[in-house]
C-alpha cells in the first residue's frame, strides 16, 4: 500500500513531489477507473485542498486554475472566445463528471480523445507548470506529445492555464462527433477560433482536429487559407482535404476507421466553419443596420 499526501500549501504538494514520483491525484475521474479491480498502491498526492481553483481576468490573458472543474466552465461568464471550451465542457461524460472532473486533469491524462485539448489549442493556451525548482510555461501544442504522454516532469504540477486574450469580437465553436449524443468518447472533435479585423475579413483563425492522431492538431494549412477572406459562411469552401491529409493520421478502432475519421474530420471542419462564419456575418451585418 502506498503512501498518502493532502498538502494545503503549493510548497509542500512540490516539496513531496520533488522528493520522489507521487500520483496526483485532483477530480479522480480518470485515475480511478483506470485501476477497478486492483489495490492502489501507487504513492497519491492529493491536491484537492490547494488554492488552485477558478478563472481570474488579467490584463492580457486569462488564468484557468488547476481545479478548476468542467461545471465551473461551464457555469462561468466568459467571451464568445471561450464558447467552443464552454461547448466541450457540457460533453465530458455525464453531469457527475463535469462536477468533479478538471480541465488540467483531462489535459494531462493526455487522451488523444480528451475534449478539452481542441478548444484549448484553438486559444493558443499556455501551460503553467511548478516544481521544487521553479516555474515554466509551455504552450499547450508543445505540451501534449502524444498518447498519454505529456512535457510534464515527475517533480512538477502544472498550476494553471493561460489564455492569452484574442481581438474584440473573437468567437469559437466545439463540434464533437461521437456513437451517440451524450457520455461517449469521440471519434472526431474540431474546435475553431475566429479572429475578425475592424472591415469584417478574417484576421486570424485557429483550426483544431482531436481524436484524429496522437495528439490534437492545429490545420495550420486552412488557417493560412482564410486569413484576409471575407467572414461569411463561404469561407467553409476555402478547406480541402489535403490540409487534414497533412497533419491528422488516424487510427482504426472500435469507434470507426481511418477512413471515416479523416471523411468525418473534413466534414466537421466544413460545417464548423459554415457555421461560425454565417453567424459572425449576421452579427457583423446587425452592427451595421
Known sequence: MGSYLRPTELKDALGALGAAPRAILAGGTDFYPARVGRTIDEDILDITALPLAGIDEHADFWRIGALTTWSDIAAAKLPPCFDALKQAAREVGGVQIQNAGTIVGNLCNASPAADGVPPLLA???????????????VPLR???TGNRKTLRAADELVTSLRVPKPRPSTSSLFL???ARRY?????????????PDTRGQLFR??????????AAQRLLATELALIGQPIDAGIAALIVPEHLAQV???????????AYRIDAAFTLVKRGLAEIGGAMRAGIEGKRT
Open 123 to 137: 486559444m493558443d493556451a499556455v501551460v503553467e507548470l511548478a516544481s521544487a525548482r521553479g516555474e515554466r510555461a
Open 142 to 144: 508543445d505540451f501534449v
Open 176 to 178: 464533437k462527433l461521437g
Open 183 to 195: 457520455l461517449v468518447i469521440s471519434i472526431v472533435m474540431v474546435a475553431i477560433a475566429i479572429e
Open 205 to 214: 483563425a485557429r483550426v483544431a482536429v482531436g481524436a484524429c492522431s496522437a
Open 248 to 258: 491528422i493520421s488516424p487510427i482504426d478502432d472500435v469507434r470507426g476507421s481511418a
